[in-house]
């Protein structure tokens, strides 16, 4: 999904046009809803937030992720902290593949990069298509310096989301550390193929360019 990619990203703007247009192209979209309401939770909106969660908890009584965050929602009012929000969720709700990678999220914000590692491999095993899981999972072991497995974990984002250029960034990052160095160059080439104007690649393949080759 688009729009929860460029949530992901912090480019709320792009993400609530996408969500407001699956709910142009069907009001009843309820995952939308979903969505919207968690950017505005993100956004600090909580009226807002509260509103489209309602929403489509209206259309679908039944929808979990909604009722979820309605929870994380009044955890946050009363001042809960992240982790500590979403370690309750988890042991209300150890099945919700979303709670454990937004779990991750906030303890890759702290530093606990173990913590975070072990919250995004929860995800992925319960939901292996959730493509936020081997995003988060590429950081977090290239920060532990398990870089095999940064890289697999980069390579499993990609094959989710293939169109997505700064996805071949955070691999060739992981190749370059490594030592493999003409992979990295193929990524970054790649991450340009995709988005000529991305900065980040554009510096990635200068000074991949000028780097010594290894003898």
């Known amino acids: 999904n688009l729009g929860v990619l460029r949530q992901q990203r912090g480019q709320y703007a792009e993400a609530a046009?996408?969500?407001?247009e699956a709910l142009r192209l069907d009001p009843t979209a309820v995952e939308a809803l979903n969505n919207l309401g968690l950017l505005y939770l993100d956004q600090d909106q909580p009226g807002e937030a509260r509103m489209q969660l309602q929403r489509a908890l209206q259309l679908r009584p039944e929808y979990q992720e909604a009722r979820v965050n309605l929870e994380l929602l009044e955890l946050r009012a009363q001042g809960t902290p992240p982790v500590s929000s979403y370690a309750q969720l988890v042991q209300r709700y150890p099945q919700q593949a979303s709670l454990w990678l937004a779990l991750g999220r906030a303890?890759?914000?702290?530093?606990?990069?173990?913590g975070a590692a072990v919250a995004g491999e929860e995800a992925r095993r319960l939901s292996p298509g959730l493509a936020g899981a081997p995003v988060l999972l590429a950081g977090v072991y290239h920060q532990l310096g398990r870089l095999p497995e940064a890289i697999e974990a980069c390579r499993q984002a990609i094959a989710l989301s293939p169109g997505e250029a700064a996805l071949y960034n955070n691999l060739a990052a992981a190749l370059a550390a490594a030592g493999r160095r003409g992979e990295a160059l193929q990524a970054t080439r790649r991450a340009l193929e995709l988005d000529p104007g991305n900065v980040r690649a554009a510096q990635n393949l200068q000074q991949l360019s000028q780097a010594p080759r290894p003898r």
Do not use: L, T
């Open 107 to 114: 303890r890759a914000a702290e530093g606990d990069w173990q």
């Open 17 to 20: 046009r996408e969500y407001r």
